[in-house]
């Protein structure tokens, strides 16, 4: 830490707390990723830090234990509301009262509904000064996925398929490897390292064989989840017989054979069984099936395809954010495979669907990423 450091404005100061936070980022999960910077009344920097990993320190405790006696009289800057509960670590709430700090800056108040203003109104009544709400909405795009899930119950949706210029996951005879470069596919792989979970369909899971795991290893190991209505999921297949390494779980209907099912367990895959989707009658409820893995504590999954399950989770307007990558290749046919099944919209939208997109290039392939707004 460079303790000579002086911000040149308060905007500075949070902005370094975000950069923090960023850090903590499929490190931390199902928390948020939080960071937090105090200083001095001329904007010196005498204290930082971030959540690092799940059931460690908060950000604002790493960043008082640097400040020392220096925290006395200074101000803290956060980028979520502080915690006032006793959870796995104890309520930085009180940790910020006890260390003399006379003012907090906090970007955004925390949904969470053990939080929600409990925080804030702590520091307040022991008479430091609170401002709220500072790069708000930086703060808030850091930690979309878990207000999410405290406000829904669901996790955040992302979406991935590698396309040909022309538009197709795969020729007309199925074939899909490889579409993309190795540069795009070893993005994939720091992507899946930070997610709670992958999903693929079941027709995936048959034709492709799929290990679904993060190749080397992120901060997080995903379950592998196939949704596959009558767990049909063969014991012999890589997902299956790699259960040692990271967990399977089947979304199968509630109609399933049960010795299909007995089978899957019997080598340790978890089924989760629904009944049908409202809009997908061969498959089971998909706005359940996320309900049931936000429960889990899940707050980022990635879908992979194929075209069927991704269209489907369009239409129900589930998927939150695409990663899209585009290969300069052209393969054609009429009946070639599609990224995006399912019912599709009626008309082109008049506004731009796709927010915050960003554009970058990975060797030969592009690479788009971008939230989902859906038409109210």
């Not at 709430?93 to 800056?105: C, E, F, L, R």
């Not at 027709?203 to 049909?232: N, W």
Request: glycine share 10%.
């Amino acid at each position: 830490m460079d303790t000579t450091r002086q911000f040149s404005s308060p905007e500075a100061v949070m902005q370094r707390a975000l950069d923090l936070a960023s850090l903590g980022t499929g490190s931390v999960e199902p928390n948020p990723a939080v960071g937090s910077v105090i200083v001095d009344e001329n904007l010196h920097l005498i204290g930082e830090g971030y959540h690092q990993q799940y059931g460690g320190p908060h950000a604002e405790i790493h960043a008082l234990a640097m400040a020392g006696n220096q925290a006395k009289g200074a101000t803290i800057y956060v980028t979520l509301e502080p915690c006032c509960h006793q959870g796995k670590t104890g309520p930085c709430s009180q940790a910020i009262i006890q260390a003399g700090i006379k003012k907090a800056v906090i970007a955004m108040r925390d949904p969470a509904p053990h939080v929600d203003g409990g925080g804030i109104a702590e520091l307040q009544q022991a008479g430091i000064e609170v401002e709220l709400g500072l790069l708000e909405l930086a703060a808030q795009k850091l930690v979309r996925p878990f207000v999410k899930r405290v406000t829904t119950g669901q996790p955040w949706v992302h979406a991935k398929w590698a396309m040909t210029l022309d538009g197709k996951i795969a020729t007309r005879t199925g074939h899909s490897q490889w579409i993309s470069n190795e540069r795009s596919r070893e993005f994939v792989h720091q992507l899946r390292g930070r997610m709670d979970a992958i999903i693929v369909g079941h027709q995936t899971a048959e034709k492709d064989d799929p290990l679904l795991t993060a190749r080397p290893a992120g901060p997080r190991t995903p379950a592998r989840i196939v949704v596959d209505s009558q767990a049909t999921l063969s014991c012999q297949s890589k997902l299956v017989q790699s259960i040692s390494d990271a967990p399977v779980i089947v979304i199968a209907h509630e109609s399933a054979p049960s010795h299909n099912i007995k089978q899957l367990e019997q080598e340790g895959v978890e089924i989760l069984l629904f009944p049908n989707s409202t809009t997908q009658k061969t498959r089971p409820d998909l706005k359940q099936c996320l309900l049931e893995l936000g429960r889990k504590q899940m707050t980022n999954i990635l879908i992979e395809g194929g075209g069927s399950l991704l269209g489907s989770c369009f239409d129900d307007q589930l998927i939150d954010e695409v990663h899209v990558f585009i290969a300069p290749k052209i393969v054609g046919g009429k009946t070639a495979i599609t990224p995006l099944a399912g019912q599709g919209l009626e008309k082109i939208p008049e506004f731009q669907n796709i927010n915050e997109c960003q554009i970058q290039t990975l060797g030969s392939d592009i690479y788009v990423q971008g939230r989902i707004e859906y038409p109210a």
